[in-house]
């Protein structure tokens, strides 16, 4: 049962160029999120979705877009990477049932801009 | 502004010395409040959800309680293996989920 899962798991990058992360759940899940993680600032909300076809902002959207064109599969996209996107990225996904609430996490990206 | 403040930032046990973390939230419209896990170089784990103010859940050496201000997760007698990192997220809007900055918890045998 692979659960969430997300690609690629490092990644190193220069300055304005371009990269994409997948993230992939098999729990058939209405809700999946991309949070970043950086040291003492805990999980920040980049970008939701709440159904295959919709996403919405978060908390930090900005120089981040992204797509769910399947319901599995939700994409993280920067388009001109920079250092300060430098972080460890997790992909979660949730049933979107009321009084649920628990979030699957996938392992995390680790995406360095240099 | 919606905020989750957890302290301490980090917590050094002995083996079977009990100690408690602490969640405090000011939110709007809280609908839950949970907590995981995160161990080193992986994804956040859930342990518990928690819905109204004296709610209380137990998980062997683990129990989080719910005030109207604030959530502890208490740990009894912990072992080595408890150590890890521990996160406090609230649910304010349907399914949209705010994180604390968690509490790194080592536990020495």
């Known amino acids: 049962n692979a659960g969430v899962t997300q690609t690629p798991k490092f990644r190193v990058l220069k300055t304005g160029q371009s990269m994409t992360l997948l993230c992939a759940q098999d729990?058939?899940?209405?809700?999946m999120y991309w949070y970043r993680q950086d040291p003492g600032m805990g999980l920040r909300l980049i970008h939701y979705?709440?159904?295959?076809?919709?996403?919405a902002k978060g908390e930090v959207p900005d120089g981040y877009n992204v797509s769910r064109l399947k319901k599995q599969n939700f994409l993280l996209g920067l388009e001109s990477a920079a250092p300060s996107q430098t972080s460890v990225y997790f992909c979660?996904?949730?049933?979107?049932?009321?009084?649920?609430?628990?979030?699957?996490f996938g392992e995390g990206s680790r995406l360095t801009v240099l | 502004e919606d905020q989750v403040t957890q302290s301490p930032e980090a917590l050094r046990l002995q083996e079977g010395e009990s100690s408690s973390l602490n969640c405090s939230y000011t939110?709007?419209?809280?609908?839950?409040l949970f907590w995981y896990r995160q161990d080193p170089g992986k994804g956040p784990e859930f342990l518990f959800t928690?819905?109204?103010a004296g709610e209380e859940k137990e998980k062997e050496r683990l129990k989080a309680t719910l005030t109207k201000k604030e959530s502890f997760l208490h740990i009894t007698a912990p072992k080595p293996e408890d150590s890890a990192t521990y996160l406090c997220?609230?649910?304010?809007?349907?399914?949209?989920?705010?994180f604390g900055s968690g509490t790194k918890l080592n536990v020495k045998p």
């Open positions: 928690l819905y109204s």
């Open positions: 939110v709007s419209g809280l609908r839950g």
């Open positions: 997220a609230v649910e304010v809007n349907f399914n949209k989920f705010y």
């Open positions: 979660a996904s949730s049933s979107g049932t009321e009084n649920t609430g628990e979030l699957f």
């Open positions: 979705s709440v159904g295959e076809g919709t996403t």
């Open positions: 729990m058939n899940h209405e809700y």
